[in-house]
């Protein structure tokens, strides 16, 4: 199909990928380090609009120039191109990456004819057998095991890796729930192997452990996608979406910056590259400290009144040394419907503006609920303000998903009025009523695909505005929880965002009393959801912003096993992210509360999740510390099966290198030492259940183990000293503890004190030793031989 070019402009040439571009042909290579070809022949288009009538051109014969304001040089070279008719110019940029596997580059569009046009789809890389390519991961070898690491469009969608023979999971709630989860310009495939993606996506050759990451910088202009097919047509092609937005003549519309990165699967933190380089680009903000508290929504939902607020603060200062929460957050149930924000139910007889205040006279974070730009049609604004409902072209409030009980509609946040009005909600709840963290809810909805009163805008030009507003009325200083944001749209806004579906008191999804039909739904509400994205997202946590996991519901009463309720423990403790509670806490036993004890400090550090390339169900997570005794790691492994599984843990899995260790489990407190030769743990895990194992290299000297007291089993360890005839070790935890530590010693102590008291203990082991303790912030052991 091509001449043969006697020589690329070879543009970017990176250590680990070059981007070889043909002007001429308007096509350009991606090559690795090895001189494969990853894509070969790839171009770039214009699809749009003109008089109802729709265009696709490929972009050709590009020559040097520049025809964008605000393209500038320093950002890379810079090349102009012409539709056939004359009706678009285009301006290719091509920057210079700044790691060693990245490169990025840009489209800007100019209206260069006499009549106007509207924007559908601006294609950055179009690249497949159809245009002569082939997608081919490997260094040199025949590709044989592929998956696509997909991120879905909100914090609801599903991200996770299929394997390459698969079909990506849809949603059977149709207009009930796509409109929410489901970005208007991603196409939902349907087909074996071709799968759609948000933002970012991965193609992984999991023989070769490589990867090839195909995105964007941001979602501030337009929201971008990316569809790629691994089946026998090995297609891949990213754009940008228009949305049909209106671009009158003269007029330019440019694109985020598009991005490839070569993904090394072999290295810890393959995507950490690409991650940084868009909190970069963004200006990400990443609080100093997780946030720690208690939310109202997974034990009362909408049922909530001021009393039953005010009985949980009650219980938060009540256990405030050994469960130090510093958040109480109220959620959705206050308002009389959603849209009506000044108005509140009779079970808030004075407004929330006073439990704000007790909250904060308490010491804590007032944090509240809202939803600013999804409309109940029950609500008075629905009816107040028809002008500033986001229509579709047949004039209907468009369609937000089914949720309070009725389909919502979105605000045209183009209305100067209804931005206003939004913006007035959050500046009354920071300021009138004093509360300083805000959980911003359902923002997809002002993101839908209608007929915008501005039409010049894109959907993601629209919210980035939104948000942006959002965050200027809160203030810098408030804390901003996304949820269901569009990822790209919080980015540099919010502190925190939700990163999965919201979890339940069950474990699969249930509807209408029925959880089979609904098994496979992706983004409902369940545990299993949740727990998912949880790990399919770990990577974006403290570079994008503090993941928020959603809560933790540990009581009980609900439909979760005691091994469920430990596995949503694990996941939640393990992956850094906020920590909020959701039970009832004056109903709450001591037994479970210790649950969430055990998460305290939080360990802002995440685990890595070593097989979120491999499935859509990740289930194995290694998190590496440092104490005064040494380093150790904490693995775990989650069983996913609905069946009791037997497992034999390695080292060789979780890349722990040669040698003796320790290996104690958390969940049922056994200790083993075992060799270089042995598997780390072998078990039968219960359906759904996990393992939490703390594991640390033999040493001569005595040694810590183990504990009940912390998950990571060495977190409460402040120091400690031995000098040949006298080990000294401190505990330190910042809240009220007591339980058994675990210790392996050179033989039987003469004297154990603790706190300068004679403690009894028990041998355990051959040389292993358990000792009880209890402290308030601190304990000192000592121990005699
Ligand atoms: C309050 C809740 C909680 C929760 C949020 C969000 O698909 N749905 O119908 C649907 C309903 C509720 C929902 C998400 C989806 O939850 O994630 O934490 O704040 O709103 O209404």
Known sequence: MYAASPKPVISVNQPRIRFEFYPNQGAFDLVSREGQNLVQRANTAVQWFQDGKPHHERLINWRPGCG??????????????????GEIEATLQIGAGDTESLVTWRLGIRNTGKQTIKVDRIVLLQAGQTVGGILS?????????????????????FAG????????????????????????????PDQLGVFTSDFFGVINDLENRCGLLLGFLSQREQYGSLQVKLNLDREAVLWANGDQAVLQPGAQMVTDWAVVDWVDLTTDEPLSGYMKRVAAENGARVPRQAMVGWCSWYQFYTKISEEIIQRNLEAVKASEKRLPLNLVQIDDGFETEVGDWFSMKPEFPRGVKPLAGMIRESGRVPGIWFAPFIVNPRSRLYHEHPDWLLRNSKGR??????????????????????????????????????????????????????????PTRTRAQVMYQGIKALREAMGDDTFFLGCGMPLGSGLGLVDSNRIGPDVSGDWYPRLYGLSKPFKNEPSVPCARNSIRNILTRTMLHGIWWANDPDCLMVRPDTHLSLEEVQT??????????????????PALDEKRKRMVEILLPVCDKSARVIDWAEQ???????????????????????????????????????????????VSSFWDQKIQLRTSREALWETIVAPHASVVLSVRKKKDTPQYLASDIHLTQGMELASWKWDGHVLQADFALKRQFDGFISLALPGVPDQVLVNGAPQDYEHIGHNIFRIPIRGDQKTIVSIRF
């Open 161 to 188: 890796a299929y394997p390459a023979d698969r079909k990506a999971m849809r949603s059977k709630l149709g207009i009930l729930q796509e409109p929410m989860i489901i970005n208007a310009g991603t196409p939902q």
């Open 568 to 585: 949503l423990t694990t996941v939640i403790g393990l992956t850094g992210g906020s920590l909020l509670v959701s039970d009832d806490l």
């Open 397 to 454: 409030p468009v369609n937000a998903g089914f949720c309070w009980n009725a389909l919502d509609t979105g605000l045209d946040l183009t209305v100067p009025a209804a931005l206003d009005y939004s913006r007035e909600v959050i500046r009354t709840a920071v300021e009138d009523w004093g509360f300083s963290f805000l959980k911003l809810d359902f923002l997809y909805a002002a993101a839908l695909p209608g007929v915008y009163h501005d």
């Open 68 to 85: 964008i304001d605000g393209f500038g040089q320093q950002s890379g070279e810079t090349y102009l191109s012409r539709t056939a008719g």
């Open 616 to 662: 859509p169900t990740p289930a194995m997570l290694r998190l590496d510390l440092d104490g005064d005794n040494g380093p150790w790691s904490v693995l775990a492994w989650i069983n996913w099966s609905d069946e009791p599984a037997k497992v034999r843990l390695t080292r060789q899995q979780y890349g722990i290198p040669e040698g003796d260790y320790w």
């Open 137 to 157: 991961m490997a260094t040199g070898k025949l590709v044989s095991k592929l998956s696509f690491y997909t991120n879905g469009w909100q914090s609801w969608s």
